[in-house]
């Protein structure tokens, strides 16, 4: 039933997906700039990121430039490359020990398993029907 309803659908399926994923890392990455990279590179450094001052920057940079790349669907699939390495990152530095939900005050990692599914899955698809890279290039990168 579902199938015939909806499957001529599921091409636009990405454009809800990116844009969602997209809005979320935008803002994040605005967060970081916003509230001080000092103390984002200070939460770096206290659970060994090299390079805390660097990494603080790149990982706001790519949050908020990539964040709205996914949001305008240009070089989708590279911003989610690049978002699945920050998510990655962060589950296995700071979340794991957390667990899913989250344990003593801390947050778990089920956000960013969720981060990280949505861009694994944008990088498998690609931006959808609705983005920059077709309205450009005439296709998807």
């Known amino acids: 039933m579902f199938e015939r309803l909806f499957g001529g659908f599921s091409q636009w399926a990405t454009i809800p997906l990116r844009v969602a994923i997209g809005i979320i ?22 659970v060994g990121i090299p390079l805390p001052e ?19 669907g240009i070089f989708t699939r590279y911003w989610a490359l690049l978002l699945s390495i920050i998510m990655i990152v962060a589950i296995f530095t700071v979340k794991l020990q957390a667990g899913l939900l989250g344990a003593g005050g801390r947050p778990g990692y089920e956000l960013d398993l969720a ?15 609705i983005s920059l890279e077709r309205a450009i290039l005439g296709r998807e990168l």
Do not use: D, Y
């Open 25 to 46: 890392f935008a803002a994040h990455g605005w967060q970081k700039f916003a509230g001080g990279l000092e103390r984002v590179a200070g939460f770096f450094g206290s």
């Open 115 to 129: 981060l990280l599914a949505g861009c694994l899955a944008l990088m498998l698809t690609g931006p959808g029907p």
């Open 54 to 72: 660097v990494s603080a920057f790149v990982v706001a940079f790519v949050e908020l430039i990539g964040g709205i790349g996914l949001i305008v």
